[in-house]
Structure formats: C-alpha cells, structure tokens
Nanobody, 109 residues
Framework: QVQLVESGGGLVQPGGSLRLSCAAS?????MAWYRQAPGKERELVAT???????NYADSVKGRFTISRDNAKNTVYLQMNSLKPEDTAVYYC??????WGQGTQVTVSS
C-alpha cells in the first residue's frame, strides 16, 4: 500500500521559513506539492521529476524550492520569505494519483 506522510508544518511569522517533508513508502518518478487555503480550491505549488526537472507556481517562484532525496524516498519543500497568503494545508502527491494527509502551514504575526 502506498503511503505518503507529510511533516514540517507549523506557525511561522511573515518573512520566516519552513521546510516540509514528504516521506514515501517507495520511489516515485514524479512528485508534487499542492496547497489548499480555506474556501479555495487546491492548487499546484511545485513539481519535481526524476530529481532534476522542477516547476513552480508563479506565486512561489524565487521563494520556494522543491527537492528530493532518492535514498530516503523523501521530497522536500523549502519555503522562504513566507507570506500570510501562503497559509494553507500543504499536500504531497505522487505520480499524479497518490495523496498524503496534509500538513498545516500558518503564516501570521
């Protein structure tokens, strides 16, 4: 059974940083981070394929970095210069079909 377990969320002040982790039960070629804010649709934040090719939503370019450790089957999302509008539940997704349970990120002073 496929398992994706996110961690690293929390409360941070504007301008701060957080690093999210997504530990997978096996290796996947394509991984992604999504987020869903209250009252809004889930949106794509970043993707990584084959550990090399990355893509980002315009709203996070230059602030967020997606990376992976293949030895640990883990994908990371380094989030810097956080803004209140980044507040959301962040989800990991694998191969376009498997979802994690989500981790809450709250950016507030």
């Amino acid at each position: 059974q496929v398992q994706l377990v996110e961690s690293g969320g929390g409360l941070v002040q504007p301008g701060g940083s957080l690093r999210l982790s997504c530990a997978a039960s096996r290796k996947f070629f394509s991984m992604a981070w999504y987020r869903q804010a209250p009252g809004k649709e889930r949106e794509l934040v970043a993707t990584i394929r084959s550990g090399v090719y990355t893509n980002y939503a315009d709203s996070v370019k230059g602030r967020f970095t997606i990376s992976r450790d293949n030895a640990k089957n883990t994908v990371y999302l380094q989030m810097n210069s956080l803004k209140p509008e980044d507040t959301a539940v962040y989800y990991c997704k694998a191969e376009g079909m498997y979802w994690g349970q989500g981790t809450q990120v709250t950016v507030s002073s």
